[in-house]
């Protein structure tokens, strides 16, 4: 078990070497096609961002209300020149 930590415990057993050998082989073959559909599932996905955009322009953290109004005012006016 220790050379194969994936592996889940529960499905290794047995009493004598060649049982816990034939659990072990078993639990392979089902782990096997889970790592595999897992590796195509991640592939697929791969291609997408996750989430919104970051956001652009001034932060407005520790502004206060006036703050952020000229703020806003200002993003606008440059918005209409571009």
């Known amino acids: 078990m220790a050379a194969e930590p994936d592996l889940p415990p529960e499905l290794v057993n047995g009493e004598t070497l060649s049982e ?7 639990a392979r073959r089902t782990v096997a096609p889970i790592r595999s559909r897992i590796g195509v599932e991640s592939e ?4 997408f961002p996750v989430g919104a955009p970051a956001r652009s322009g001034t932060s407005t953290a520790g502004m ?3 703050e952020k109004i000229s703020a806003g005012l200002e993003q606008r006016s440059a918005a209409k020149s571009k």
Request: aromatic fraction near 0%; proline fraction near 0%; glycine fraction near 8%.
């Open 20 to 26: 816990v050998d034939a659990s072990l082989d078993a």
């Open 44 to 47: 697929v996905s791969a291609g």
């Open 64 to 66: 206060n209300a006036v």
